[in-house]
């Protein structure tokens, strides 16, 4: 106990010893003195005296205006010379405007039926046609043997339209036909020909000539007795035709005689031919 007490006046004689700096005090505020008007100083007019005077622009003092110089005129060399650059100059023609194409307007409803009528009626440029027969025909060259007999043929032609509506045909054809009592006595008859047909209205009407070349068989005890000729021959014909589907078939009923020169004699042959072919 003894030494905290002699720590504490140890401590207070240090305090005691070391003295505090004095504190300078702040000056004091001077009021600021307002202004009168004894003391504000007195604006100086001005005087013509003190005031300068302004100088007055003379003609020897004032800038002399430059005059503008005139143009230079085009010579007639530079004129000529202008004109030549642009008459070489390529001139460049403007594209034409594009032309407008204008889509046909669609078909109205319901003109299919005539369209295919219209198709129908067009005349073709080329037909076939193709036939089969049964004639009725004197077997000539075995007369003194046998009756007119009943035969059966076939025939192929094929030909192109001719005229302005197409109605006429020229055509080339071929027929071959068997007559008389097959095998005993008969005719066989190759007939190539040149044809003319006309169809109109349904009605077909044609001819045809031709050379033909004939096979003549007959059967004997002793074998068969062959025989070979050729001979001209003329046909027509006349009949029914009309078109039997939408793609230009036609179907015709025909009665064709014919006219022949056979072994020196003439010959005659009656047939019904039913065929189909192209056209109408």
Do not use: C
């Not at 193709?130 to 009943?150: C, E, H, K, M, Q």
């Not at 008389?180 to 009605?203: C, H, I, M, N």
């Amino acid at each position: 106990m003894s030494t905290g007490v002699l720590l504490a006046l140890l401590v207070a004689s240090a305090r005691a010893e070391d003295p505090a700096p004095p504190v300078t005090p702040a000056p004091p505020v001077t009021p600021a003195t307002p202004a009168t008007p004894e003391t504000a100083p007195a604006a100086v007019p001005a005087t013509p005296e003190t005031a300068p005077a302004a100088t007055p622009a003379t003609p020897e003092t004032a800038p002399a205006a430059t005059p503008a110089t005139p143009a230079t005129p085009a010579t007639p060399a530079a004129v000529t010379g202008a004109a030549e650059a642009a008459a070489a100059a390529p001139v460049i023609e403007a594209p034409p405007p594009p032309t407008a194409v204008v889509a046909p307007p669609p078909p109205p409803a319901g003109d299919d039926e005539d369209l295919w009528r219209m198709l129908e009626n067009m005349p073709p440029r080329r037909s076939w046609d193709l036939s089969v027969g049964v004639n009725y025909t004197d077997v000539t060259f075995w007369r003194a043997y046998t009756a007119p007999w009943i035969g059966m043929g076939l025939r192929f032609g094929y030909g192109s339209h001719i005229g302005e509506a197409r109605l006429n045909r020229i055509a080339g054809s071929v027929s071959f036909s068997t007559e008389g009592p097959v095998p005993e006595f008969y005719t066989l008859a190759l007939e190539p020909s040149l044809d003319w047909d006309r169809v109109q209205k349904g009605l077909q009407i044609g001819a045809s000539i031709g050379p033909a070349v004939y096979l003549h068989n007959r059967l004997t005890l002793t074998g068969p007795e062959t025989h070979i000729g050729a001979s001209p021959w003329v046909g027509a014909r006349v009949g029914w035709s009309q078109p039997w589907s939408r793609v230009m078939r036609r179907m015709f009923v025909l009665v064709d005689p014919k006219i022949r020169v056979i072994a020196g004699l003439p010959s005659w042959s009656v047939g019904v031919a039913i065929g189909s072919g192209s056209g109408r």
